[in-house]
């Protein structure tokens, strides 16, 4: 069984109960998807948004269509079980604080390291989980994307 596989596993058997010691994580992700929705953000509220959801950068790209989303990284060492719990909190903390809905990617993943990514909907907004492991680098990554439809 793999590491993810088998923290999964683990994950499954212990109840995970999000309750009231989640809510400012649960406020730090609606302000995100709230930031999303603004037509323009301004540098300081992106640094307190990655201060808020304890991410080691948060930032705006535009996507091929122009329209503008956010995103935020989280660094661990490679491999590192920290790195798939984390994935998982933020993964139930999507769907449990934006009541958001997985679906499935639009296009397949060509990627040569090991590489989950899961796409969620909430509302009109597009959200994209992943969790990367990069050998080159000795550092496995969690990626938070948000945007618009």
């Known amino acids: ?68 989303e956010i995103h935020c990284r989280w660094s661990f060492d490679y491999r590192a079980d920290t790195a798939v719990r984390h994935h998982e909190r933020l993964a139930a903390r999507i769907r449990h604080c934006l009541d958001a809905i997985q679906v499935a990617p639009e296009q397949g993943v060509n990627h040569p390291d090991s590489f989950d990514q899961s796409f969620y909907r909430a509302g009109k907004i597009s959200l994209s989980l992943s969790l990367k492991d990069k050998a080159s680098l000795q550092k496995s990554f969690v990626f938070l994307r948000v945007g618009g439809e």
């Open 1 to 68: 069984m793999g590491r993810r596989a088998a923290s999964a596993l683990l994950l499954g058997l212990i109840p995970h109960v999000v309750g009231a010691d989640d809510t400012p994580r649960c406020a730090a992700l609606t302000a995100l998807v709230e930031q999303e929705t603004t037509e323009s953000v301004a540098p300081d509220e992106i640094a307190d948004l990655a201060k808020r959801l304890n991410a080691e950068t948060c930032g705006t790209a535009l996507t091929q269509t122009g329209e503008h």
